[in-house]
């Protein structure tokens, strides 16, 4: 993308010019950019190498390099052969260089990351610690960024399906415009599972792209932002995700993406790319929503818009670009009533949960179980759950494959039902005060304090369904990261019925489903750093409860001793007495 004449700065002092040390300094040329020490304290900087006010402080002195004017994208697309599956997981084997499609991250930067009075933004590059950024080798870089690319198809991209499926999609970097910031954001989303990996640099990276005051006016650039949002999101770093999502709905909103229209308009005359932006458009939605269900009604930018972009397909034929006719969410909302019979895709059932929870999540003014509105909302889930073709009841397709679609579907649907109910359940204070990882405020709400039995029930089942999405024969790590948090509101309502139970009553059952929600988040704590921040929520609030239970199993015992009798006229317990009573059954 070419936006002026300036040539890029190096990060090395010109040959030949000596340092601080060699008594003068390196002539000064046409600063692009400031230094990062420099500009992230908003100091004007001179440009030399390293500048003067980083030289005096001893700081590293550090330039990003401008895309200004920059060539070299073709020159790389002709010297590097084409992409194969065989041969991109390392560069050995067979006597050939790395093939590649991405630009070394170091290319990826703002053209001019000035601020924004209009945007959202209250994070700042400043937020980095400049002086752990090392230069990276080229060759390295880029065998670890073409490893972190096939790692995001290998174990994110079902979970998140909404680019093109993985050959069209490479395929589309070689010939299409440069997009090295949606291949960056790609790398950012694999580097969580690949060793050795720095999801840090990446990020570094898309920070700079996000900052932008004149972003790519096309779709590429929303689904960057989006992809962007969800890693940031996975690695507890909530207030920066709120705010990159925040700017990719307003983003999307500008662009027209909830039309029609657009697809066709932007997809290239390929089926695969229409299908591709129509899906971008509703992870948006999907996302908005999972994120405002826990992190809050500001986060969602889309209430009250009008869609009418089409429903997407089912992945199969995403993936063989054989698109079927196209239908809306209108006549999804009418298919009861439709003469045809309809075959809808799991992401349509996706999309339709998702906008059940949109739905309760709009009357969080419910305060009274007597409400007509909570049988209303509790009919939506009831009509989703038994409308649902035998095909889409489990988690897996015809052919035997696990649907990460309809798993998703499933948990946003048992998620809807527990914070629908869990209004007018009482919660226990060692939970919800614990375990706020994952809820909006730092706590979870609850309108009553007594316990109401069909709401108890309701709410009780629905996190025991989520608990039980932990045994399904796949690994949790290729699951969407909001799993994290839907267990943990199924682990506020385990811990609040087991605080609540009679002392005496059987509770391995409910002790058993707590375990499993926290084994499941140790186990995608691997990947997740906001899975570790879960478990040791968990993991205390359980052990708080358990000895609350104990402690109390203690004071019941000991006060009926004292109520047969055993007790002085002080109230203290006569120990004599007992041990005469002891003695008297030996006799």
Known sequence: METGGRSPRSTASPSGSPGPEGGHRPERSTVSSACIPCRSKHLKCDGLQPCSRCATQTLQCIYLKSRRGYKGRAATREQLPAMDSNNLDSGEGNGQDVPSIAMPSANLVARSVQADPNQTFDFALANHNWATI?????????????????AFFQYFYDAHPFLPPRQQLLEAFKVGPPRDHLETALAYIGSRYVGGASPASYSLDLDCFVLQQDLPKDYSTVQTMLLFALGLDGNNERKKAVEVLIRAQRFALELGMNQREYAIINGGRSLVCEESIRRTWWELYVVSVMVTAFHGRRVYQLSGIISTTPLPCEEKEFVSGVIPQLHT?????????????????????????????ERILGTDNIVFPEDPRTYNLDALLVNWTLHLPSSKVANFDQSGTFDEM??????????????????????????????????????VEAHCSGLDDIHSCKATQAASNLSKLVGM?????????????????????????????????????LKEEIRM???????????????????????????????????????????????????DADGDLNVAGLTGSITDVNT
């Not at 990276?136 to 073409?146: E, K």
């Not at 499941?520 to 609030?541: D, E, G, K």
């Open 134 to 150: 090392q230069p990276r080798a080229q060759n390295s870089t880029m065998s670890i960024r073409l490893r972190c690319m096939e």
């Open 329 to 357: 969410m209108e006549e999804f909302d009418d298919d009861s009533f439709l003469g045809e019979e309809i075959e809808w895709s799991s992401y349509a059932y996706r999309i339709a949960a998702a906008r059940n929870l």
């Open 406 to 443: 309809m798993f998703q579907a499933h948990m946003i649907t048992d998620l809807s039902s527990l914070l629908l109910h869990r209004r007018f359940t009482p919660l226990d204070a060692a939970a919800s005060q614990t375990i706020i990882s994952c809820t909006a405020q730092g706590t």
């Open 473 to 509: 024969p796949t690994p949790l790590i290729h699951h969407t990261h909001f799993f994290i948090c839907a267990l943990t509101y199924s682990s506020i309502s385990h811990l609040s019925l087991w605080s609540h139970l009679p002392l005496m009553a059987a509770d391995e059952h």
């Open 517 to 567: 929600n926290a084994g499941a988040l140790r186990a995608m704590r691997a990947v997740w750093p906001s899975a570790q921040t879960a478990f040791s929520q968990v993991s205390v609030a359980a052990q708080r409860v358990f000895e609350m239970r104990k402690d109390a199993v203690g004071d019941v015992f000991w006060r009926d001793l004292i109520g047969d009798g055993n007790a």
